[in-house]
């Protein structure tokens, strides 16, 4: 095993359309896409598609979204490690002008204890604060391992705060600002006092504010993709980490702003796709996103 990636999964369902129907009212979408989703998940598969071979534990069902998830995750040479739950969770995804409604249906319920892994060979693991047991187990066990912790912290999950105190690199969001009640800085500073040697805000087009080890705060700004090139801006996060998780593996030694700077490509070439499956770019991709949009 050389990156272990834990977090929720789902089957994502997204459609393009004029309007959404109300009571007894029917529409006819655009477009549509069926892919994998979920924050770790679609971080591993980004992963995943820039060479590696990834390990993946999520929730999984004996049911047929869970058997397609089982498909695409072997499809990309990831190997999938499961917690048993009832039903497989599904999204419903509705991207319009650049911003993204989601509607779920999820179930955590886990009816078994998360597997135990082997973490000897492992160089980094990847959270996103869903399953908050198996994550702080796995926090510790890497730490001890030597391998590098990483986080998307998209939101104010359960056992987050605890969870931070074994993280090396914090990535999170504008969400979990507003939810914390903290500005930016503010959130920052939080992450520098837990012990995150690297810690982020990550806010859309606007960028990644961030910091590493006693550094000054900086901003890595977004690339400028043309409004009328942007059509789905769902999962744009989860693959700015699935792709400075296959920077890091690719050069460990290398800075962070390298790793920031090939990962918001990777974004860049998303928002121009529906669904996360079509939006995974290669390194052909993200060397085009780097050449053709510039920072905003």
């Known amino acids: 095993m050389e990156a272990l990636f834990i977090g929720h999964a789902y089957i994502d369902v997204s459609m393009i359309a004029d309007e959404f129907p109300h009571g007894d009212q029917k529409a006819v979408a655009k477009d549509y896409a069926v892919s994998f989703g979920g924050n770790a998940a679609t971080a591993c598969f980004a992963c995943a598609k820039l060479g590696y071979a990834p390990d993946l534990l999520v929730p999984a069902a004996r049911d047929w979204l869970g058997h397609m998830f089982m498909d695409m995750a072997g499809t990309y040479g990831i190997r999938l490690h499961s917690r048993r739950v009832a039903r497989s969770s599904l999204s419903f ?17 886990y009816l078994q204890t998360f597997p135990r892994l082997d973490l000897s060979t492992a160089r980094l693991l990847h959270l996103d604060g ?23 912290g998209g ?36 992450l520098r ?19 590493e080890g006693t550094g000054e705060i900086e901003r890595s700004a977004a690339l400028r993709v043309p409004p009328e090139k942007v059509i789905d801006t769902s999962g744009a996060g989860d693959i700015f980490h699935g792709a400075y998780c296959a920077s890091y593996l690719d050069e460990p030694t290398a800075p962070w702003r390298d790793h920031f700077e090939f990962a918001r490509a990777a974004s860049a070439h998303k928002v121009q796709h529906l669904g996360n499956e079509a939006g995974l770019p290669s390194r052909a991709d993200i060397a085009l996103a780097r050449k053709h949009f510039p920072p905003a």
């Open 155 to 190: 939101a104010l999950r359960a056992g987050l705060m605890e969870l931070l105190d074994f993280v090396d690199v914090a990535i999170v969001s504008m969400d979990l600002c507003r939810q914390t009640g903290l500005s930016e800085p503010e959130m920052l500073s939080l």
């Open 130 to 152: 869903h399953m908050g047991d198996a994550a702080i187990h796995y926090a510790k066990a890497a730490r001890e391992k030597g391998a590098l912790v990483s986080l998307d």
């Open 193 to 211: 006092k837990k012990g995150c040697r690297l810690g982020g805000v990550t806010n859309g087009e606007k960028g990644l504010l961030w910091y």
């Open 93 to 109: 995804v509705f991207p319009k002008e650049g911003k993204r409604s989601i509607l779920r249906a999820r179930d955590d319920a």
